[in-house]
């Protein structure tokens, strides 16, 4: 097979989940994109390793080890979102702009009245930010 | 290296692995896009799932069997539906949710394209004759890993498991509820 293949079918994976870290609201979908990118790292060790036949095989070593710390790393990564949604209600990385808990800190900087009119009802729950909805997530 | 002095056979006159590998490839990028741009969230955590699958089978057809199965077992079993559980606690939307995407989608469109077309460039020019031989037993059969990963790689591998137990001891800590300082 020649090498090419899984090289090119690994960078055009780690771009798409480039997209999805960069384009991305929800920080879920944001931790699936990472996931796509390291999924793409796994792919190149071991068509690497495959190719280069070693006798260590550091690729596939390094492939089940990235596997590893990529599930350590969801964990950790889901439980921050739980912790951050329980304090804020919302896991919208758009919004979380400060470190502080003020109202101010969760509206968008541009449409900070637009935002009641356009995402007011049919949002998901995480549009109206703020301690109202704090309440009902601790409740 | 091994076959890149003698001649290689083309592109023009794919074996079977590689139209298979090509197909499949395919479908795990179609299923990735999909991820990355579909606008109801449950959708897009079921899209990875067809994507890491497919990229299992890759793994098979590069003769790493067992990290094909540990693909299956790690990432479509657990953590797509830790994605789930996350998503589910979060409440997001399960319908058609409008602002899945943020404001800077374009700049991010953009970034992703020209790194895309950088790292294309430069994987094909690079490894254009290179040629994989995968006849011969196969190298990653469990037989084979079990013998590398418990021969050269036991530390790490020790080592690996003191940082699992550290993320436990961290996830449960970050999502208890009830702690002292809170009340």
Redesign the interface.
């Known amino acids: 097979?020649?090498?090419?293949?899984?090289?090119?079918?690994a960078?055009?994976?780690?771009?798409?989940?480039?997209?999805?870290v960069?384009?991305?609201?929800?920080a879920?979908?944001v931790?699936?994109?990472v996931?796509?990118m390291l999924?793409a790292v796994?792919?190149n060790l071991?068509?690497f390793?495959?190719?280069?036949?070693d006798a260590?095989?550091s690729g596939?070593?390094l492939?089940?080890?990235t596997?590893?710390?990529?599930?350590?790393?969801?964990?950790?990564g889901?439980?921050?979102?739980?912790?951050v949604?329980?304090n804020r209600g919302s896991?919208d990385?758009?919004r979380l702009r400060d470190t502080a808990e003020t109202d101010e800190a969760e509206t968008l900087p541009?449409d900070a009245d637009a935002d009641d009119a356009t995402?007011g009802t049919?949002?998901?729950?995480?549009?109206p930010a703020g301690k109202a909805k704090k309440a009902e997530?601790t409740a | 290296m091994l076959a890149a002095t003698a001649g290689h056979p083309g592109f023009l006159s794919p074996t079977g692995v590689e139209i298979a590998f090509v197909l499949v490839g395919i479908v795990t990028l179609g299923a990735a896009f999909i991820t990355v741009t579909t606008r109801q969230l449950v959708h897009a955590a079921l899209w990875l799932v067809v994507a890491l699958g497919g990229l299992a089978v890759e793994y098979l057809l590069l003769t790493a069997e067992f990290i094909a199965w540990v693909q299956v077992l790690i990432y479509v079993g657990s953590i797509v539906v830790l994605l789930l559980f996350g998503l589910m606690l979060t409440r997001a939307p399960i319908g058609h949710s409008p602002d899945a995407d943020s404001g800077n989608r374009w700049i991010a469109l953009g970034v992703a394209g020209a790194s895309a077309i950088a790292l294309v460039w430069v994987v094909v020019d690079a490894f254009r004759t290179t040629w994989i031989d995968l006849d011969g037993p196969a190298q990653g059969s469990t037989d084979a890993t079990g013998a590398f990963l418990f021969r050269h790689w036991v530390l790490p591998f020790e080592a690996l498991s003191v940082l699992l137990l550290a993320a436990l001891v961290g996830a449960i800590v970050l999502s208890r509820k009830d702690r002292e300082d809170k009340s």
């Not at chain 1, 097979?1 to 079918?9: E, N, Q, S």
């Not at chain 1, 596997?67 to 950790?76: P, Q, R």
């Open positions: 097979m020649h090498l090419a293949y899984p090289a090119v079918l960078a055009l994976l780690f771009c798409t989940g480039l997209y999805g960069l384009a991305r609201r929800n879920i979908l931790l699936m994109s996931e796509l999924n796994n792919l071991v068509a390793d495959v190719w280069l036949r260590l095989h596939q070593a492939t089940l080890f596997i590893a710390i990529a599930a350590a790393e969801i964990g950790i889901l439980a921050i979102v739980l912790a949604y329980r896991s990385i758009d541009g995402h049919a949002d998901q729950a995480t549009a997530a």
